[in-house]
């Protein structure tokens, strides 16, 4: 035997012995795959959560919502977030209205149900109207509306309301008694 064959030879041996490893390898694994329950990973009942996983849940929500927005990382649409941010929200609020005693809710779920309220408050006042306008930026970092043409816009249009609109924002005093403060000499 030659020895160019003879190395041949030693190579095919060497290769027998790594695939007979490997299948044992496989087999092991496929053994231990077999072992594996699904209800080791998910339960057939849904398990509540802490509400403080739920709140931390909904921040990254909304950060990756933020993130979509920008277009900074690839991943879920804004579409997809906004829907689970909406059902993250639902269901705080849920656990916040399941979470009374004899109708009475504890110190932490009014403190809990007080911040959502303001938040949400907060969000109509000073985003989802003019007043929002006036703040926000567009992606390229330009103002949504210059500040030269926010008196002509406060008066352009239907009027009545971005003037409304801006008193209200003005006068926003957050929450008192669970209501939505405003004072009134604006």
Do not use: C, W
């Not at 020895?3 to 041996?13: F, G, I, T």
């Not at 879920?76 to 269901?91: D, V």
């Amino acid at each position: 035997m030659t020895a160019s064959v003879r190395a041949n030879v030693l190579k095919l041996a060497k290769q027998a012995k790594e695939i007979e490893s490997i299948k044992r390898n496989v087999a092991q694994a496929t053994s231990e795959i077999d072992n594996v329950s699904l209800g080791d990973f998910a339960a057939d009942e849904p398990v509540m959560k802490p509400i403080g996983e739920l709140l931390a849940f909904r921040n990254k929500v909304r950060e990756g919502f933020r993130d979509a927005q920008r277009g900074v990382k690839d991943g879920p649409n804004e579409a997809q977030l906004a829907i689970l941010n909406r059902g993250a929200t639902e269901a705080i609020q849920e656990r916040i209205d399941s979470g009374t005693i004899d109708g009475v809710l504890s110190d932490n779920l009014k403190a809990l149900d007080l911040a959502e309220r303001y938040a949400a408050a907060h969000q109509n006042v000073f985003r989802k109207t003019f007043v929002g306008q006036l703040t926000r930026t567009k992606l390229d970092g330009d103002e949504y509306i210059a500040p030269e043409q926010a008196l002509e816009k406060l008066f352009a249009g239907r009027p009545t309301k971005n003037v409304k609109e801006t008193l209200q924002a003005f006068g926003f005093g957050g929450l008192e008694g669970g209501e939505l403060a405003f004072d009134e000499d604006f």
